[in-house]
């Protein structure tokens, strides 16, 4: 069965800092690009940072651009999202997405399989 699994969320105070980790079962992780999605109560899933399969390519949304990292360990069959400076904004529920062609985009419809996500909470 191919999945990916995320794991690392929790709750943080602003301008608090977590990692979050997919690890990818079933398939081997450089086979695919990787990408991280939230969402938030009551607003649509949006896309915040891919990486390609190569590693190579890497975006990010607007919002987050300059203090979260993608990356990926392949040897650990493993992608990570280093999140810096949380804001409250930022709460919401983390997903991976793993999307076969390989590219990377910030469009959840290219993606062919998705965890089931952890949640990220910043309050004090």
């Known amino acids: 069965q191919l999945q990916v699994v995320e794991s690392g969320g929790g709750l943080v105070q602003p301008g608090g800092s977590l990692r979050l980790s997919c690890v990818a079962s079933g398939f081997s992780l450089d086979t695919y690009a990787i990408g991280w999605f939230r969402q938030a109560p009551g607003k649509k899933r949006e896309g915040v940072a891919c990486?390609?399969?190569?590693?190579?390519?890497?975006d990010y949304a607007d919002s987050v651009r300059g203090r979260f990292t993608i990356s990926r360990d392949n040897d650990k069959n493993t992608a990570y999202l280093q999140m810096t400076t949380l804001k409250p904004e930022d709460t919401a529920v983390y997903y991976c997405?793993?999307?076969?062609?390989?590219?990377?985009?910030?469009?959840?419809?290219?993606?062919?399989?998705w965890g089931q996500g952890t949640q990220v909470t910043v309050s004090s």
């Open positions: 997405a793993a999307e076969a062609a390989g590219a990377g985009t910030l469009r959840a419809t290219a993606y062919d399989f």
């Open positions: 990486i390609s399969r190569s590693g190579e390519g890497i």
